[in-house]
T-cell receptor, first 107, second 118 residues
Framework: EIVLTQSPGTLSLSPGERATLSCRAS???????LGWYQQKPGQAPRFLIY???SRATGIPDRFSGSGSGTDFTLTISRLEPEDFAVYYCQQYGSSVYTFGQGTKLEI | QVQLQESGPGLVKPSETLSLTCAVSDSSISSGFYWAWIRQPPGKGLEWIGSIYHTGVTYYNPSLKSRLTMSVDTSKNQFSLKLTSMTAADTAVYYC???????????WGQGTLITVSS
């Protein structure tokens, strides 16, 4: 089973700044089957990015994903107040899905 | 816009079996997607439980496989989960979700909190 480790655990930034969140896999993520999700308190996760770098439908272009193999990054170019939340990466491999432990993006 | 709605008991006693159902609307459950259960213990991260196709093909998280059964009812456009031998460690918000391209979860239900307590 592939373990995903996200860093940092907490990221403190201000609106308008750039956020860079990291997700590292314990093994190569096959075909870059890597997704990102945003979760706000009391809500279900929201699907942001798939295939490491493709934005899901309706996701603003300030969100971008990059990376391959074992190292992946979610970048939010200019933070809006509504972007402060917890972010999870997720991978699929060998019929198993795993999530990272999350990065909390706080003001 | 696909909508998913979980339903379940809210409270389960230790050693009992949890039964949850996810009703899918604005999309046919037979439309070529896998459907999944995912849970989140209070204050913790996300854990995939298992996935099912409309034909009944399933695959489960190895850590839960011995206690888990998933099923699908195409006539009611819903799918279900049964998890046996519940313990306090199974206390979590349980989400159902649609799987996009077999690899990602694009639509989620609002979640239902299941508490295991006597």
């Amino acid at each position: 089973e592939i373990v995903l480790t996200q860093s940092p655990g907490t990221l403190s930034l201000s609106p308008g700044e750039r956020a860079t969140l990291s997700c590292r896999a314990s093994q190569t993520v096959r075909n870059n089957y890597l997704g990102w999700y945003q979760q706000k308190p009391g809500q279900a996760p929201r699907f942001l990015i798939y295939a490491a770098s493709s934005r899901a439908t309706g996701i603003p272009d300030r969100f971008s994903g990059s990376g391959s193999g074992t190292d992946f990054t979610l970048t939010i170019s200019r933070l809006e107040p509504e972007d402060f939340a917890v972010y999870y990466c997720q991978q699929y491999g060998s019929s198993v899905y795993t999530f990272g432990q999350g990065t909390k993006l706080e003001i | 816009q696909v909508q998913l709605q979980e339903s379940g008991p809210g409270l389960v006693k230790p050693s009992e079996t949890l039964s949850l159902t996810c009703a899918v609307s604005d999309s046919s459950i037979s439309s070529g997607f896998y459907w999944a259960w995912i849970r989140q213990p209070p204050g913790k991260g996300l854990e995939w439980i298992g996935s099912i196709y409309h034909t009944g093909v399933t695959y489960y998280n190895p850590s839960l496989k011995s206690r888990l059964t998933m099923s699908v009812d195409t006539s009611k456009n819903q799918f279900s989960l049964k998890l046996t031998s519940m313990t306090a460690a199974d206390t979590a918000v349980y989400y159902c979700a649609r799987t996009l391209y077999d690899y990602y979860f694009d639509y989620w239900g609002q979640g239902t909190l299941i508490t295991v307590s006597s």
